[in-house]
């Protein structure tokens, strides 16, 4: 009597994560599209597929979608493939877009990129559309002149990706910082390189808390005719708790300091400080809704404050 045991074809990845024999080797060095026959002398009758029948050389495990993609990603780990090289991350690159107004700065549409480059490193790219028309060459300017920030840095994850330590470089390109060009006695026309932004943000968030500081110095790289340069330092600190994965709220504090006048009769001065709290919503694929308010603190500020934030991430 002839036992005759005929195998299904079986792609080689699957293959693999079926069956665990020796005897299996030879087979996966053929074609996967080849079935595998297994003779035995006995009828020919067929036998149906068991730990028993097979015997003890052999152990069965269901084929799932799981032991394949494993399969696939063992397959893929000892060829090498998907950067799995020194100095890789598999970590994909991010980009974040923000919607932004307050009352003193208007709105101010942002944007930022991450670019992976090591497991623990970014290179970060960003930028800020400034529309108040203040801060060009006045309320009667046409909108070809509005200052315009652009910058370049790092952000290093640290603590498992829980703290985000961001140092940037950026530029403007106005009149705020320079007070723009003179021509023909008039101040017309703004400057590119109008001045040069380094800023620090640190972000820290864990399934209970988050927080935030930014710290930044606009520094006036041009003038007019040496009487029209303004440097301000920024800064802002907030810390919250997630009271859901959607839900979260805080105090902020914010602070704007003019610390270089030379316009005549000029002087450096506070432009507002302030304090209050936030509210944020999150949803998943980075979707966010901030809003911010609070009253200023001391004198000669520029009165309540409140912003609104909303954001995107790709």
Request: proline share 4%; charged share 15%; aromatic share 14%.
């Given at each position: 009597m002839k036992t005759r045991f005929n195998l299904a074809v079986i792609p080689a990845i699957a293959a693999a994560s079926v069956f665990a024999s020796?005897?299996?080797a030879a087979a996966e060095a053929g074609s996967a599209d080849d079935a595998v026959v297994a003779e035995a002398?006995?009828?020919d009758d067929a036998v149906s597929f068991s730990s028993g029948a097979l015997g003890a050389d052999y152990t069965i495990a269901p084929v799932t979608m799981q032991s394949v993609a494993k399969a696939d990603s063992i397959a893929l780990?000892?060829?090498?493939?998907g950067g799995g090289g020194a100095g890789s991350t598999s970590r994909s690159p991010t980009y974040t877009v923000t919607l932004n107004q307050d009352s003193f700065f208007g709105f101010n549409p942002s944007f930022n990129g991450l670019i992976p480059v090591s497991d623990t490193m970014d290179v970060s790219f960003y930028g800020?559309?400034?529309t108040k028309p203040a801060f060009g060459l006045g309320q009667g300017n046409?909108?070809?002149d509005l200052w315009t920030e652009f910058g370049v840095g790092v952000n290093f994850n640290l603590m498992d990706g829980k703290l985000k330590v961001k140092p940037q470089i950026g530029i403007t390109n106005g009149s705020l910082l320079s007070g723009g060009e003179i021509v023909g006695g008039a101040t017309r026309g703004a400057r590119?390189?109008?001045g040069v932004v380094p800023s620090l943000t640190v972000n820290y968030s864990d399934a209970t808390f988050e927080a935030e500081y930014y710290g930044g110095y606009y520094a006036a790289l041009r003038q007019r005719n040496g009487n029209a340069a303004l440097d301000f330092a920024h800064t802002w600190l907030n810390f919250g708790y997630k009271a859901t994965s959607n839900l979260s709220f805080g105090p902020h504090?914010?602070?704007l300091y003019n610390t270089r006048n030379t316009y005549p009769g000029g002087e450096s001065a506070k432009t507002y400080e302030w304090l209050g709290g936030y509210l944020q919503f999150s949803l998943p694929k980075g979707f966010f809704a901030r809003f911010t308010g609070g009253s200023s603190l001391g004198d000669g500020d520029t009165g309540d404050f409140y912003k609104m934030s909303v954001g995107m991430s790709f």
């Amino acid at each position: 009597m002839k036992t005759r045991f005929n195998l299904a074809v079986i792609p080689a990845i699957a293959a693999a994560s079926v069956f665990a024999s020796p005897a299996m080797a030879a087979a996966e060095a053929g074609s996967a599209d080849d079935a595998v026959v297994a003779e035995a002398s006995s009828s020919d009758d067929a036998v149906s597929f068991s730990s028993g029948a097979l015997g003890a050389d052999y152990t069965i495990a269901p084929v799932t979608m799981q032991s394949v993609a494993k399969a696939d990603s063992i397959a893929l780990a000892q060829a090498g493939s998907g950067g799995g090289g020194a100095g890789s991350t598999s970590r994909s690159p991010t980009y974040t877009v923000t919607l932004n107004q307050d009352s003193f700065f208007g709105f101010n549409p942002s944007f930022n990129g991450l670019i992976p480059v090591s497991d623990t490193m970014d290179v970060s790219f960003y930028g800020t559309f400034w529309t108040k028309p203040a801060f060009g060459l006045g309320q009667g300017n046409t909108g070809d002149d509005l200052w315009t920030e652009f910058g370049v840095g790092v952000n290093f994850n640290l603590m498992d990706g829980k703290l985000k330590v961001k140092p940037q470089i950026g530029i403007t390109n106005g009149s705020l910082l320079s007070g723009g060009e003179i021509v023909g006695g008039a101040t017309r026309g703004a400057r590119f390189l109008d001045g040069v932004v380094p800023s620090l943000t640190v972000n820290y968030s864990d399934a209970t808390f988050e927080a935030e500081y930014y710290g930044g110095y606009y520094a006036a790289l041009r003038q007019r005719n040496g009487n029209a340069a303004l440097d301000f330092a920024h800064t802002w600190l907030n810390f919250g708790y997630k009271a859901t994965s959607n839900l979260s709220f805080g105090p902020h504090y914010e602070l704007l300091y003019n610390t270089r006048n030379t316009y005549p009769g000029g002087e450096s001065a506070k432009t507002y400080e302030w304090l209050g709290g936030y509210l944020q919503f999150s949803l998943p694929k980075g979707f966010f809704a901030r809003f911010t308010g609070g009253s200023s603190l001391g004198d000669g500020d520029t009165g309540d404050f409140y912003k609104m934030s909303v954001g995107m991430s790709f």
